[in-house]
């Protein structure tokens, strides 16, 4: 009789990238729906109506040598490993995310900042360093947690902790800091609460959002010069049209982050087990001023035309409306009409950004 191998397999670690544009209701967040509502909104949600996840060649070449099996779901990603496997300490997957819809860039906050692609060459090393600004990198080793819902739950964000205000940085518009402001202008005179920051309610209530922090500082090679800030080394393994870049590394067990976690009691010949993590990335939707019109005037963008103008800036969700207009102004905007409006002496400086509602 032949022998027989039965290998469980289970979850290595699962990321989740949620988009409160597709989850929140109106002015309401989705951490503070109902948990029947929360349900049903997953249950919908699919984020391949904007983006899509990929692991680097590495990546996928270490899954296939530690027989591990990568699965997409409409959330994010499973990765399911045999039971018994050892996973090395210095394991390191690497996942590409990319944007698959444009109108992404219309309804999620912080995508107003360009990515571009330099090329620039190092004669010591006789090398072009090509570099792609502003690209996310979400990473369990930089994670950060929440307590959200009722009964309480620990939830772990591969985005760093929510940045302190700090008056030496010059914030760009959709800027996030402290718990928890929203610049609405490039470079705010002062410090939150006051203009050019939008307060926002509930802060307790909301998650840990994408914000500016989470885009890695470029460390180039002695002597080149004119790399940007802020980006990622583009590489064999890193496409030019990488958005953003996710990396999990192993850890240590003792890390909440690690993707093992110390037997209790230790076992000296196991001392480590799969923890089995569900990591999140949330996008934060767009808010924009929402300026009614009538129809039957100009479309010109004059006090006079304008019947009514939010006072401040409102969230755009596929579900729901957070106007605080009357019945007849409850129309919501568009999420792909955007207008952008800047500084007429310094135009690189964003002043507003406005939605404009015609009815």
């Known amino acids: 009789?032949?022998?027989?191998?039965?290998?469980?397999?289970?979850?290595?670690?699962?990321?989740?990238?949620?988009?409160?544009?597709?989850?929140?209701?109106?002015?309401?967040?989705f951490d503070n729906l109902p948990q029947?509502?929360?349900h049903q909104r997953l249950l919908n949600y699919?984020?391949?109506?904007?983006?899509?996840?990929?692991?680097?060649?590495?990546?996928?070449?270490?899954?296939?040598?530690?027989?591990?099996?990568?699965?997409?779901?409409?959330?994010?990603?499973?990765?399911?490993?045999?039971?018994?496997?050892?996973?090395?300490?210095?394991?390191?997957?690497?996942?590409?995310?990319?944007?698959?819809?444009?109108?992404?860039?219309?309804y999620t906050a912080l995508t107003l900042r360009k990515q571009n692609i330099s090329e620039i060459f190092h004669a010591p090393d006789e090398k072009i360093y090509r570099y792609k600004e502003n690209v996310f990198v979400f990473s369990n080793e930089t994670g950060s947690t929440k307590i959200l819902y009722n009964p309480p739950e620990t939830l772990y964000f591969l985005s760093k902790s929510t940045p302190t205000y700090t008056g030496a940085v010059d914030y760009a518009a959709e800027s996030l800091v402290g718990s928890l402001f929203q610049a609405t202008i490039d470079k705010?005179?002062?410090?939150?609460?006051?203009?050019?920051?939008?307060?926002?309610?509930?802060?307790?209530?909301?998650?840990?959002?994408?914000?500016?922090?989470?885009?890695?500082?470029?460390?180039?090679?002695?002597?080149?010069?004119?790399?940007?800030t802020k980006g990622i080394e583009l590489s064999?393994?890193?496409?030019?049209?990488?958005?953003?870049?996710?990396?999990?590394?192993?850890?240590s067990p003792t890390n909440d982050f690690s993707l093992l976690r110390l037997t209790n009691p230790v076992d000296p010949l196991h001392p480590a087990v799969l923890r089995e993590p569900v990591f999140q990335i949330r996008f934060k939707n767009r808010?924009?001023?929402?300026?009614?019109?009538?129809?039957?005037?100009?479309?010109?963008?004059?006090?006079?035309?304008?019947?009514?103008?939010?006072?401040?800036?409102?969230?755009?969700?596929?579900?729901?409306?957070?106007?605080?207009a009357g019945p007849a102004q409850r129309t919501k905007p568009s999420a792909g009409s955007i207008k952008v409006k800047v500084d007429a002496n310094t135009p690189s400086n964003i002043t507003g950004l406005v939605s404009e509602i015609f009815q």
């Open 188 to 228: 705010p005179a002062a410090a939150p609460p006051s203009s050019g920051w939008l307060s926002i309610a509930n802060a307790a209530k909301h998650p840990i959002y994408v914000h500016q922090n989470d885009m890695d500082t470029i460390v180039p090679p002695p002597g080149l010069v004119g790399a940007p």
């Open 236 to 251: 064999v393994d890193i496409p030019d049209d990488i958005f953003a870049l996710v990396r999990i590394k192993t850890l």
């Open 46 to 106: 699919n984020i391949t109506n904007f983006l899509s996840l990929a692991p680097t060649a590495t990546t996928a070449q270490l899954l296939q040598d530690l027989h591990c099996v990568l699965k997409y779901t409409p959330l994010g990603l499973i990765i399911g490993a045999p039971g018994n496997v050892a996973v090395p300490s210095d394991a390191v997957f690497q996942f590409i995310v990319k944007v698959e819809h444009p109108d992404f860039f219309n």
């Open 36 to 38: 029947e509502k929360r």
């Open 1 to 29: 009789m032949g022998e027989r191998i039965l290998l469980g397999y289970k979850r290595l670690f699962e990321v989740r990238i949620l988009h409160h544009y597709w989850l929140d209701e109106g002015g309401d967040v």
């Open 287 to 324: 808010s924009t001023i929402w300026k009614y019109y009538d129809r039957r005037k100009d479309k010109t963008d004059t006090p006079d035309n304008a019947v009514f103008t939010e006072a401040n800036p409102l969230p755009l969700t596929f579900f729901g409306n957070a106007s605080t």
